[in-house]
């Protein structure tokens, strides 16, 4: 459903006002046409060693959630919201947009009425993709509204985030296209006769992605008959968190173990905004590049005004000389440059419209392929739980905290952007060609890399220098 139908049905509509942690490899491929470096088993044999979890970077940005101190609510009025006649899709949509309108014009009660009574009508999640997508969004903002100073979505259990993980991969490009992007960029940017690389991520998950970067590195020393450079993995994380913790003790354990010199740092933001990447360290002579997702833009937001915030992030990566700073954005709108941002009053309705859009595209996408696989709706549903249903919990956090492209940001920050070779659209497209279903599309678009199912756009992949 277009944006444009959203909005017609808006107006047409009337409403009365640690114990045991099991790890095992699930290796995304740095080069498609070698499967030597991609798979592994799905069942931990009883002599496996190997201490590192393979996890997406770009996914697990939930277990904190950037918090808003204007969303305020006063108590609710005694009389309840008059019972509404049908419970139908349309019927959905038009109160969860009005419930959106009520909170731009600062009318907090009556939006909190109209999602409770949203409860009522549909008490569980099911359905169509867009349905599922609208309820989602539904009991996200709904949690941020009664008490926005806790967590819209706890973190859940380290294995089953995991193993949902592994399932959103077996069904879904999306993880792998990240990440590969992401590689080829940096392996491409990085000058080969540097001796110290230092990378700066800003969205670290469990660190999965690094695995892949470094044994992608021991492979081209090997084939070289040169010794690798050293690595340097500098994790900015939202707090010390014990995840950062176990994703740099496997990470140091796996490069060791392919003979790499490799050391991480964790600077965690907490509440001190870009004042915490004073602690990030530079050595002279190493070469540097950083891996950015909204995530951290949120973030950091979350601790002043965002575009002053997102501003100074970007200064501070360009005073670092980075030879590449790659961008990935799996959130809505991820790539295309949107319309000058529309009047204050609009901006969260239609931020809010656009991820409902968004996820039930990638809702779409899993059905199709989980249908195809036969893996059947309780593992699209896990995957809702623990993987998309945080992601939309930060999304509707932001929802209206940044009206700025992207591609503006960079530009004015003093990055220009930096294209892609023939090799990485090449090998794009060809991960595509392994997904379990038909309808997933990779094109340039806007200066960026981007994955599409039917059209519509998933994740988007740029490359900024300075």
């Known amino acids: 459903m277009s944006k444009q139908n959203i909005e017609e049905q808006e107006s047409n509509v009337v409403v009365n006002v640690d114990d045991y942690y099991y790890y095992y490899y699930y290796d995304e491929p740095t080069s498609v046409l070698d499967s030597n470096l991609a798979g592994s088993p799905a069942i931990i044999p009883p002599d496996f060693t190997a201490t590192l979890d393979y996890f997406s970077t770009t996914d697990n940005c939930s277990f904190l959630i ?20 049908s419970s139908n899709h349309d019927q959905l949509l038009d109160i969860l947009f009005r419930a959106a309108s009520s909170i731009d014009s600062g009318d907090l009660t009556t939006a909190h009425l109209l999602l409770s009574h949203l409860t009522h009508l549909f008490p569980s999640i099911s359905g169509s993709a867009l349905h599922r997508s609208a309820l989602h969004f539904k009991d996200s903002l709904l949690s941020l509204l009664s008490d926005p100073h806790l967590p819209t979505d706890l973190p859940a259990d380290l294995l089953l985030r995991v193993t949902a993980y592994k399932t959103f991969s077996d069904l879904s490009p999306l993880p792998q296209f990240s990440s590969f992007t992401t590689n080829q960029i940096l392996l491409e940017s990085l000058s080969s006769s ?28 090997r084939f070289s008959r040169t010794s690798p450079p050293s690595l340097r993995l500098t994790a900015v994380v939202p707090t ?10 496997n990470l140091r354990d796996f490069a060791r173990a392919l003979g790499l010199r490799f050391s991480v740092d964790v600077v965690p933001v907490s509440n001190l905004g870009t004042s915490a990447l004073s602690a990030v360290r530079f050595s002279p002579g190493e070469s540097v590049a950083a891996v950015l997702t909204p995530a951290i833009f949120h973030l950091l937001g979350s601790a002043g005004e965002p575009e002053d915030t ?34 204050p009053p609009q901006s969260f309705k239609r931020r809010f419209a656009s991820g409902i859009e968004f996820y039930s595209a990638l809702l779409e996408s899993l ?29 509707v956090a932001a929802c209206g905290a940044l009206s700025t492209s992207w591609p503006e940001m960079f530009a004015s920050a003093g990055f220009s952007p930096a294209p892609f070779s023939e090799f990485t659209e090449s090998q794009a497209e060809c991960l595509l060609r392994r997904a379990p279903v038909d309808g997933f599309d990779v094109e340039r678009k806007e200066g960026a890399m981007v994955l599409s199912w039917r059209g519509r756009e998933l994740a988007a992949t740029s490359a900024w220098k300075c």
């Open 194 to 221: 540097s001796k110290s690389l230092h990378l700066i991520d800003f969205d670290l998950g469990l660190g999965s992605q690094w695995s892949s970067f470094a044994e992608e590195l021991a492979v081209r020393s």
């Open 310 to 343: 997102s501003a100074s992030l970007l200064r501070f990566l360009r005073r670092a000389s980075p030879r590449a700073v790659v961008f990935v954005d799996t959130e809505p709108c991820c790539c295309s440059i949107p319309e000058p941002p529309p009047p």
């Open 66 to 85: 950037p918090q808003k101190d204007n969303f305020t609510l006063p108590p609710p009025p005694p009389t309840p919201l008059p019972a509404l006649i």
């Open 367 to 395: 059905d199709s392929a989980a249908s195809a696989t036969g893996l059947g709706d309780d593992s699209v549903r896990r995957i809702e739980r623990f993987l998309i249903r945080p992601r939309i919990s930060s999304t």
């Open 240 to 249: 010390d968190s014990r995840d950062s913790s176990l994703a740099a003790d």
